[in-house]
């Protein structure tokens, strides 16, 4: 929900309402004055996004428009209070021992990044805390509200794998039968992987089925959109390389975004029913996500409002929102106020609980590990006493964020419309997790050292992960420099020779030898070789 602490019209009085004006203009102006002398340039415009200076009134309008709520809770703090202590919090996932850790507010750390909105939601104790939209959907667009609808990404597969739970409570869809049986419109290729070991659902949702193509680009304005048929056998006009099965069938994780691809024709196909209404009907609807949708591409009235993606230096994704017919894996439009209505779902039913839209045994099955980390469409992490569910997304110009704790009730959305918006959102959830006192998410603490010249040099070059795609390291400032999302680059440091960290994110580079080694982090591990000419 979006919070609004204004007075009561009919029992605030005069003097009441002209207090708080007097505040709120104290803080618009305090706030406005130190974000313009930070951003101003000789020309009057800010250099965040090469934006007016319409952007800073837009996130000093939000940042200033909590006024003191009424009461505070038991420990004595309020929901501004902990808002505030988010937004001004921000900082890094490692920090390096004996070296001084640099905090940012959100609003440097906006500019920093190019992401030009953001919206948050904060989830205590099973109830959202606060909601806010921060920045601007776009340059002269709409100031961002907890409202505005973002692309999804990724997080897309924890609703889809939600609508097929409901599917199969309903006992219209089995997890354990052979998908092939059930599809009509496209046919999963036979291959000796799919002669031993049918695919099921089950394996579809928990990325254990064997399937390639591990995500998708999705269409830009303009091009030819293919249907998901064409999609899923790597027909044109589509611009991903054919589904198929390339190894044992529930034997491991491989995630797949062409395995929730097939999970969507076969929700279609098993109920006649288009996927987007499907979802509405099953799991936006009875949620009261009422602003949500996977329909793509959004229509033109809605897209007029909402948030436009951007990439990674801060500039206009050419044509704005890329289209997605991949609905299950990529398509879902939604807002923070209703991604967070979702988490709550899932964590009532995770907790045992009966939920709107699932059972309490559903819910637990969801979020009850299949593979490595992976339930039914949500990681699952933290410690077996205090696990939380968890997904983020990534689609040109958006990154998004989506954590819940069951137990305790306690969560975060982050919705961006930026390519660094993932690092955005992270940033975001250690501060949340910092405030609100969470066993996880803490930065990591890390000891570098130096390497001579000669050592470092042979570590330059281009790699190519395995199944994922590639990424850089090049020789800057006498230093090694990572750029693992195009036009993002950041230094490297050195834990011992042939090992790398960086501190934007958790994650280490491990060489076994100058032209290979692993990549790992928290949700991701995988191997890399230097690239072939």
Same mark, same amino acid.
């Given at each position: =929900?979006?919070?609004?602490?204004?007075?009561?019209?009919?029992?605030?009085?005069?003097?009441?309402? +002209?207090?708080?004006?007097?505040?709120?203009?104290?803080?618009?102006?305090?706030?406005?004055?130190?974000?313009?002398?930070?951003?101003?340039?000789?020309?009057?415009?800010?250099?965040?996004?090469?934006? %007016?200076?319409?952007?800073?009134?837009?996130?000093?309008?939000?940042?200033?428009?909590?006024?003191?709520? @009424?009461?505070?809770?038991?420990?004595?703090?309020?929901?501004?209070?902990?808002?505030?202590?988010?937004?001004?919090?921000?900082?890094?996932?490692?920090?390096?021992?004996?070296?001084?850790?640099?905090?940012?507010?959100?609003?440097?750390?906006?500019? &920093?990044?190019?992401?030009?909105?953001?919206?948050?939601?904060?989830?205590?104790?099973?109830?959202?805390?606060?909601?806010?939209?921060?920045?601007?959907?776009?340059?002269?667009?709409? %100031?961002?509200?907890?409202?505005?609808?973002?692309?999804?990404?990724?997080?897309?597969?924890?609703?889809?794998? =939600?609508?097929?739970?409901?599917?199969?409570?309903?006992?219209?869809?089995?997890?354990?039968?052979?998908?092939?049986?059930?599809?009509?419109?496209?046919?999963?290729?036979?291959?000796?992987?799919?002669?031993? #070991?049918?695919?099921?659902?089950?394996?579809?949702?928990?990325?254990?089925?064997?399937?390639?193509?591990?995500?998708? +680009?999705? $269409?830009?304005?303009?091009?030819?959109?293919?249907?998901?048929?064409?999609?899923?056998?790597?027909?044109?006009?589509?611009?991903?390389?054919?589904?198929?099965?390339?190894?044992?069938?529930?034997?491991?994780?491989?995630?797949?975004?062409?395995?929730?691809?097939?999970?969507?024709?076969?929700?279609?196909?098993?109920?006649?029913? %288009?996927?987007?209404?499907?979802?509405?009907?099953? *799991?936006?609807?009875?949620?009261? =996500?009422?602003?949500?949708?996977?329909?793509?591409?959004?229509?033109?009235?809605?897209?007029?409002?909402?948030?436009?993606?951007?990439?990674?230096?801060?500039?206009?994704?050419?044509?704005?929102?890329?289209?997605?017919?991949? =609905?299950?894996?990529?398509?879902?439009?939604?807002?923070?106020?209703?991604? &967070?209505?979702?988490?709550?779902?899932?964590?009532?039913?995770?907790?045992?609980?009966?939920?709107?839209?699932?059972?309490?045994?559903?819910?637990?099955?969801?979020?009850?590990?299949?593979?490595?980390?992976?339930?039914?469409? *949500?990681?699952?992490?933290?410690?077996?006493?205090?696990?939380?569910? $968890?997904?983020?997304?990534?689609?040109?110009?958006?990154? !998004?964020?989506?954590?819940?704790?069951?137990?305790?009730?306690?969560?975060?959305?982050?919705?961006?419309?930026?390519?660094?918006? $993932?690092?955005?959102?992270?940033?975001? &959830?250690?501060?949340?997790?910092?405030?609100?006192?969470?066993?996880?998410?803490?930065?990591?603490?890390? !000891? @570098?050292?130096?390497?001579?010249?000669?050592?470092?040099?042979?570590?330059?070059?281009?790699?190519?992960?395995?199944?994922?795609?590639?990424?850089?390291?090049?020789?800057?400032?006498?230093?090694?420099?990572?750029?693992?999302?195009?036009?993002?680059?950041?230094?490297?440091?050195?834990? +011992?020779?042939?090992?790398?960290?960086? #501190?934007?994110?958790?994650?280490?580079?491990?060489?076994?030898?100058?032209?290979?080694?692993?990549?790992?982090?928290?949700?991701?591990?995988?191997?890399?070789?230097? +690239?072939? %000419?």
């Amino acid at each position: =929900m979006e919070f609004d602490f204004r007075p009561n019209r009919a029992t605030a009085t005069p003097a009441s309402r +002209a207090g708080r004006q007097e505040h709120f203009r104290h803080i618009l102006e305090r706030t406005c004055a130190r974000i313009m002398a930070f951003f101003r340039t000789p020309n009057g415009w800010c250099r965040m996004f090469r934006l %007016p200076r319409v952007f800073l009134l837009a996130v000093a309008l939000s940042a200033a428009s909590v006024a003191p709520a @009424a009461s505070a809770d038991a420990s004595g703090q309020t929901p501004q209070s902990r808002m505030q202590a988010v937004i001004d919090g921000l900082g890094p996932a490692v920090e390096i021992e004996g070296r001084p850790v640099a905090r940012s507010g959100l609003v440097e750390t906006m500019q &920093a990044l190019h992401v030009p909105g953001v919206a948050i939601a904060v989830i205590r104790q099973g109830k959202v805390d606060w909601a806010k939209g921060f920045g601007l959907t776009r340059e002269g667009g709409e %100031p961002v509200t907890a409202r505005t609808l973002f692309q999804a990404g990724s997080v897309s597969k924890p609703i889809a794998a =939600m609508t097929a739970l409901r599917l199969v409570q309903e006992g219209r869809l089995s997890l354990d039968g052979d998908a092939d049986a059930i599809l009509k419109t496209w046919k999963i290729p036979s291959n000796p992987y799919t002669g031993r #070991t049918p695919v099921t659902l089950r394996a579809l949702l928990s990325h254990t089925a064997g399937t390639t193509v591990h995500g998708f +680009a999705g $269409y830009a304005a303009g091009e030819a959109v293919p249907t998901l048929p064409q999609v899923l056998g790597g027909v044109a006009p589509a611009n991903s390389k054919p589904v198929v099965v390339d190894r044992p069938v529930g034997h491991e994780y491989a995630y797949s975004g062409g395995g929730y691809s097939i999970a969507q024709q076969l929700m279609v196909d098993a109920t006649g029913a %288009p996927f987007a209404e499907l979802v509405r009907k099953t *799991v936006l609807a009875p949620l009261g =996500m009422s602003r949500s949708t996977e329909q793509q591409p959004l229509q033109a009235s809605r897209l007029a409002h909402a948030a436009w993606p951007h990439d990674g230096a801060g500039a206009p994704i050419p044509g704005g929102p890329h289209t997605y017919p991949e =609905m299950a894996a990529a398509g879902l439009w939604t807002t923070a106020e209703d991604l &967070a209505r979702f988490a709550i779902e899932l964590q009532r039913a995770a907790s045992g609980r009966q939920g709107r839209v699932l059972t309490a045994d559903m819910g637990r099955l969801m979020t009850t590990r299949v593979k490595g980390d992976y339930g039914l469409g *949500v990681s699952i992490l933290g410690s077996a006493k205090a696990p939380y569910f $968890y997904h983020d997304g990534s689609n040109a110009g958006y990154k !998004a964020t989506l954590l819940g704790y069951p137990a305790s009730g306690d969560g975060v959305v982050v919705l961006t419309n930026g390519d660094q918006g $993932y690092e955005l959102g992270q940033k975001i &959830a250690r501060a949340v997790a910092v405030v609100y006192g969470w066993p996880d998410l803490h930065p990591v603490k890390r !000891a @570098a050292v130096d390497l001579a010249a000669d050592q470092l040099a042979r570590y330059a070059g281009s790699f190519e992960i395995e199944g994922v795609g590639g990424f850089e390291i090049h020789r800057r400032d006498g230093g090694l420099a990572l750029e693992l999302w195009k036009g993002v680059v950041e230094p490297m440091y050195a834990q +011992a020779p042939g090992r790398f960290f960086i #501190t934007s994110h958790d994650l280490v580079l491990t060489f076994d030898g100058p032209d290979r080694g692993r990549i790992a982090a928290p949700d991701f591990k995988g191997s890399f070789a230097r +690239a072939k %000419p």
